[in-house]
């Protein structure tokens, strides 16, 4: 089997789940609680996965590789329009997401106003070096699945 192949494929997968890992991490283990173009972020991760799974089970099929890819680059371009929204480059979305749990007292109203974090999307949470996690995901996504896409192209060229 082409060794290109075998790379586009994990890379395939790996990209995707670690950036849900990392996306989970600052949610759970942090507290950052993720916008409504986070999630859409996290849907194309999401919707990569099985695609990259499935390259392992059919590890000659070069098309479900390149579904993860073209799904992770949709990722990488939403999180570079949210970055862009965060930047303050152009306006995005005027409303705020809640991660609203009704928990013991089954008030919903309490529980959106009381417990659940309102969450902006033109608003970064985090940055490293000026880069919010929009920003690097942008990064990281983009730079996968072009990865992943020239690996594609030169297993194609060793068959």
């Keep these: 089997m082409a060794p290109d192949l075998s790379r586009a494929r994990l890379l395939a997968l790996l990209v995707p789940a670690?950036?849900?890992?990392?996306?989970?991490?600052?949610?759970?283990?942090?507290?950052?609680?993720?916008?409504?173009?986070?999630w859409w972020q996290r849907y194309a991760h999401f919707a990569a996965l099985p695609f990259a799974l499935l390259a392992f089970a059919l590890p000659k099929a070069r098309w479900p590789i390149a579904l993860a890819a073209l799904a992770i680059a949709v990722?990488?371009?939403?999180?570079?329009y949210h970055a862009g929204v965060e930047?303050?480059?152009?306006?995005?979305?005027?409303?705020c997401?809640?991660?609203?749990?009704?928990?013991?007292?089954?008030?919903?109203?309490?529980?959106?106003?009381?417990k659940a974090p309102l969450v902006s999307c033109?608003?970064?949470?985090?940055?490293?070096?000026g880069i919010s996690l929009a920003g690097f995901n942008f990064a990281i996504s983009l730079g996968g699945?072009?990865?992943?896409?020239?690996l594609l192209r030169r297993s194609a060229k060793e068959s």
Excluded: H, K, R
């Excluded at 990722?75 to 570079?80: Q, T």
């Excluded at 699945?145 to 020239?150: D, E, F, M």
């Design 18 to 38: 670690a950036l849900l890992g990392g996306a989970y991490t600052s949610q759970y283990g942090f507290g950052l609680f993720p916008c409504e173009m986070c």
């Design 75 to 80: 990722s990488g371009l939403i999180g570079g």
């Design 87 to 95: 930047y303050g480059w152009w306006e995005g979305f005027t409303t």
């Design 97 to 114: 997401t809640s991660a609203v749990q009704l928990g013991g007292s089954g008030d919903p109203l309490d529980a959106i106003m009381n």
């Design 122 to 129: 033109d608003q970064a949470q985090w940055t490293l070096f």
């Design 145 to 150: 699945a072009l990865l992943v896409a020239a």
